[in-house]
């Protein structure tokens, strides 16, 4: 198989490797909705096993892992309190309000990606008949690529309990997270009710996700999966590759991480570029001017990058670029970005 361009848009552009494709050709499948396919069903146990939970469902991405949870967590009228910049607060069109009639309630999250107990502590609702019925803390692990420290989340999930609060738990990244802090995954898992897990972000699986939970919350989960159309039949040949992804993919996490310390310490040596890493993700900053122009100047050399994001830092108008790396990028490809962008006519100094 050719390698494709180097692409730092997303962990989400991996292409399934011949051993990944190899499994998927050999999976044992059945209908799924039927309960018969055996490869599903190995994916969703594996899956709560290592999360530190009962059961698992085997759904089509995480947008509907989150849906199903927060529907299956909600009824209408109830309220979700989660971060301003959380995934399901920004780009998940809603779909709890949508389809669930429950109210979305974001929070301030800070620099570090976490919010704050005071804040939670304030936005927990007392018992009234004018306002919405407070039942769920929604967080996310990784955010923005840092990981959120077990501590922290334990502080915050206390607190929700306390408040009589459910837990959901958006783990699109929650392996990098583990990684990088060291604790397993099922010391996470145990602090939520319900978590969810991407298979086709850094882990390299081409499509799904894993929703994982108590057994009667994953039957539940499971009703409403399939209300949203998300009730597959022969699935095992994609849960295949998210049980390779599991078993081959969650150690090499780790060359993603050390990748993008090394790409942010190469672009800190390029005057007018200012990095830092988090995880598998680069944030590297360039003088809004010559940021625009970079992502098209880049793909005349076969580089893709994703458009920068503007932001005022005082008095200087900048533009920050998200750079994530993953299993279909080796050093040399972070090499040649960094080349790349050094010979880049637009840059100013910042
Ligand atoms: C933190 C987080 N949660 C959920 C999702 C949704 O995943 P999907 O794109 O598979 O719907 C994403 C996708 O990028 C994400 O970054």
Redesign the pocket.
């Given at each position: 198989m050719n390698r494709p361009d180097p692409d730092f848009r997303s962990d989400?552009v991996t292409r399934p490797s011949a051993a990944m494709r190899a499994a998927m050709a050999e999976a044992e499948v059945g209908d799924d909705v039927y309960g018969e396919d055996a490869t599903v069903q190995a994916l969703e146990e594996q899956a709560a096993d290592r999360l530190g939970q009962e059961a698992g469902l085997f759904v089509a991405?995480?947008?509907q892992s989150?849906l199903c949870a927060l529907l299956t967590h909600l009824a209408r009228g109830d309220e979700v309190l989660s971060g301003e910049s959380y995934?399901i607060v920004r780009y998940e069109g809603g779909g709890a309000s949508v389809l669930g009639g429950a109210l979305i309630t974001p929070l301030p999250v800070d620099s570090c990606g976490g919010l704050a107990v005071g804040d939670i502590q304030a936005a927990i609702k007392p018992p009234d008949s004018h306002f919405a019925r407070t039942r769920l803390l929604s967080l996310?692990n990784t955010v923005h690529g840092v990981a959120q420290p077990l501590a922290r989340l334990q502080a915050l999930t206390g607190l929700a309990r306390q408040a009589g609060l459910a837990c959901h738990l958006?783990g699109?990244?929650l392996m990098n997270a583990v990684l990088e802090t060291g604790d397993e995954a099922a010391k996470f898992g145990q602090l939520f009710d319900s978590v969810s897990l991407?298979l086709?972000?850094g882990l390299g699986a081409p499509a799904g996700?894993v929703l994982t939970g108590s057994k009667p919350f994953i039957a539940a989960a499971r009703r409403w999966r399939k209300m949203l159309g998300g009730g597959m039949r022969q699935s095992g040949i994609l849960a295949a590759a998210g049980l390779y992804a599991l078993e081959h993919h969650c150690q090499r996490l780790a060359d993603d991480h050390k990748q993008a310390s090394q790409l942010a310490a190469a672009l800190n040596q390029t005057g007018g570029v200012r990095a830092e890493a988090a995880t598998n993700m680069v944030f590297a900053m360039l003088d809004w001017q010559a940021a625009m122009g970079l992502p098209d100047w880049l793909a005349k050399q076969n580089i893709r990058i994703s458009a920068p994001q503007k932001i005022q830092q005082g008095e200087a108008v900048l533009g920050r670029f998200r750079l994530v790396l993953h299993l279909d990028l080796d050093s040399r490809a972070s090499s040649r970005l960094v080349e790349e962008i050094a010979r880049y006519p637009g840059l100013q100094d910042i």
């Open positions: 989400t991405s995480g947008t989150n995934h996310e958006d699109a990244r991407c086709s972000k996700s």
